[in-house]
Nanobody, 126 residues
Framework: QVQLVESGGGLVQAGGSLRLSCAAS????????MGWFRQAPGKEREFVAA????????YYTESVKGRFTISRDNAKNTMYLQMNSLKPEDTARYYC???????????????????WGQGTQVTVSS
């Protein structure tokens, strides 16, 4: 059984920064990639960023390019999302996920992920 636990969310003013963490546990944890998704009230869950566990290739949704950085620490089984220059439209619940399908642009789809965390709330005030 794989468990993902997010942390690091909170309330921040526009222009500020937050760093989200996603800690994974489980004897069989060996993902091919991990990703961050977010869901705002009344909206569908959307892809934010993904990282290949081996090699570190990344994908970002256009709206966060240049502001967010995804990274991972393989030894700690932990993934991070450094969020800078936050905007009110970044307000959402952020979820981490892990998948074992083939790496590629398809990782933007939440259908490609096998394990999900409970999420952490990020609120950006204007």
């Amino acid at each position: 059984q794989v468990q993902l636990v997010e942390s690091g969310g909170g309330l921040v003013q526009a222009g500020g920064s937050l760093r989200l963490s996603c800690a994974a546990s489980g004897r069989t944890f060996s993902p091919y990639y991990m990703g961050w998704f977010r869901q705002a009230p009344g909206k569908e869950r959307e892809f934010v960023a993904a990282i290949r566990w081996s090699g570190g290739s990344t994908y970002y949704t256009e709206s966060v390019k240049g502001r967010f950085t995804i990274s991972r620490d393989n030894a700690k089984n932990t993934m991070y999302l450094q969020m800078n220059s936050l905007k009110p439209e970044d307000t959402a619940r952020y979820y981490c996920a892990a998948g074992r399908s083939t790496w590629g642009i398809v990782v933007v789809s939440d259908q490609r992920y096998d394990y999900w965390g409970q999420g952490t709330q990020v609120t950006v005030s204007s």
